[in-house]
């Protein structure tokens, strides 16, 4: 890839670009809060000041208010990176995505190239890593392997691009084709850490709803969050959304990989979580479906609220792609549940804007909780039942916020 | 102890970037409080090629297995040259500073 020979690499000059702002207060328990070190706030960017969780490759967590929006401005945007080797420049002049393997005729497309030669297509939809909510899982059993988000590695946007299906069919696959990798411009520091690549089947990929994206709500995609292409899976975790996509390469046999076979892995079994034993002594099968999720944007925990201040509690839900049906409200540690109002429908992988007007009249300490439930009746566990599985994924029990009225 | 408190405030805005084509981006470096003593210098040396220190707090306090464990994997999956003995002290200076004894547990 002699074009990108030049690239600067992030992290590569550790020249002091921003200041840090960590207290070593001590923060109020959430419903878990393991950690003592508390991130500082950094604008990276093209972005707002986020929890910066790494710098080098950038974690970036949004915090819990953008749940109060159905679409998350692209400045808020949460950003995860695996690899410290990301260029900091990319010359679109140069730049090509490379469609090759098991397909009739390799094509080299530049982002003219894509916006030209293939409808542009437009959907709305969740974007969730894997790990999000990780935290959590420390409140009701073992705290997990891996990085420990909050809610905030999700966000919801309106994605453009043009379909993977019409670039595979103008590349011709293969009738031998079982395969589709995915990779992006990260590299690892070191040639011998394995390279962040990703599979789906060949079936998966020719599915109408995946799109090569180059727009991010009307934008072009940030730096960030992967510009200029990114691959968007609607309904599934973004353990495959690649980021600054640049090679897609149809395969006629599956290739073994650690991104693949060991990490966003879960139990291959019912529940996708460890019964007894090591979760590692089960089959493995990769994390790809969302779960049905509800949080809360509105209040964050610890808010303290005047006695009869009229409040409107409000988050997001979402699931695989069924559609939300419902989501319940409780005041009251779970006793009792209300409806909550469900707002515009922006399709049916986007988030769900809920709403709910709140007068306490009674002071004291109250848990907020919020239960969302599908059109196929998928219902989100209570904290207490969430099956646990080592590497803390899929993270998708009730939202628990506590708040006290004054 | 913490080292490395950094000055608050200097340049929180200056990061802002509008067209990404035109220039390369320029990234806030963080620096991340490390605890010194116990040969912090082996693990500057061997622990920050690959990401940055937030990782390894973002873990919260983590049991001697844990530590054990998340060494192993970084030699072992990711294939980071440490050798031996310098892993044990590596280990070592996590269950002190950032962990705790236990025979098991996370």
């Known amino acids: ?188 520091a070191i040639d011998e850490t394995p390279k962040f690549f990703r599979e789906m089947g060949i079936d998966e990929a020719l599915t109408d709803e995946l799109i090569v994206a180059y727009e991010m709500n009307g934008e072009d995609i940030p730096y960030l969050n992967g510009f200029p292409l990114k691959l968007i899976i609607p309904g599934h975790f973004s353990d495959s959304w690649v980021k600054m996509l640049s090679e897609i390469t149809v395969m006629d046999e599956y290739r073994k990989s650690f991104f693949m076979d060991v990490a966003y892995t879960v139990p291959d079994n019912d529940c996708e979580c460890v019964i007894s034993g090591g979760d590692f002594e089960y089959k493995r099968k990769p994390i790809a479906q969302m779960k049905v999720k509800s949080v809360i944007g509105y209040p964050t925990p610890n808010s303290v609220i005047k006695k009869g201040s009229r409040i409107k509690v409000s988050g997001v839900a979402f699931d695989q792609g069924k559609g939300i049906k419902e989501v319940m409200i409780s005041l009251d540690g779970g006793k009792s549940w209300s409806a909550t109002e469900l707002q515009k429908d922006y399709g049916k992988y986007a988030y769900r804007q809920w709403t709910f007007a709140w007068e306490p009249k009674i002071k004291g300490e109250y848990a907020i909780m919020v239960r969302a439930i599908n059109r196929i009746g998928n219902i989100q566990p209570l904290p207490g039942d969430i099956g646990w599985n080592a590497g803390g994924y899929q993270y998708n029990a009730v939202d628990v916020v506590n708040v006290k009225i004054v | 102890m913490k080292i490395n408190i950094l000055i608050a405030g200097l340049l929180l805005t200056a990061t802002t970037l509008f067209s990404q084509v035109a220039k390369p981006i320029e990234m806030p470096y963080v620096d991340y409080p490390i605890e010194a003593g116990d040969h912090d210098e082996v693990v500057q040396q061997y622990c920050l090629t690959c990401h940055s220190f937030g990782y390894m707090l973002n873990q919260g306090k983590k049991s001697r297995p844990y530590w054990t464990g998340t060494v192993a994997k970084m030699v072992n999956e990711f294939k980071a040259p440490i050798p031996k003995e310098d892993q044990q002290i590596i280990i070592n200076y996590f269950v002190k500073h950032y962990g705790y004894e236990a025979s098991s547990g996370h």
């Open chain 1, 1 to 188: 890839m002699d074009q990108f020979s030049r690239r600067n690499f992030l992290g590569a000059g550790f020249i002091l670009g921003a200041s840090t702002l960590f207290g070593k207060e001590a923060v109020k328990p959430i419903v878990t809060e393991t950690k003592a070190f508390v991130p500082p706030m950094i604008a990276f960017p093209e972005k707002k000041p986020l929890k910066t969780i790494s710098d080098r490759p950038p974690l970036l967590e949004s915090s819990r208010d953008i749940f109060t929006k159905a679409i998350t401005p692209n400045d808020e945007f949460f950003v995860r990176w695996h690899m410290p080797d990301i260029p900091t420049y990319i010359d679109l002049n140069t730049f090509r995505l490379e469609v090759k393997g098991s397909v009739a005729n390799a094509l080299s497309l530049s982002i003219d190239d894509l916006k030209s030669k293939f409808e542009p297509v437009e959907i709305t939809s969740v974007l969730q890593c894997g790990g999000n909510s990780r935290k959590y899982f420390s409140g009701s059993g073992p705290a997990t392997h891996g990085v420990q988000w909050g809610h905030g590695a999700m966000g919801c946007a309106l994605w453009k691009g043009a379909r993977l299906k019409d670039i595979l069919n103008m590349a011709g696959v293969n009738a031998t084709a079982k395969y589709v990798g995915v990779n992006g411009l990260e590299k690892p």
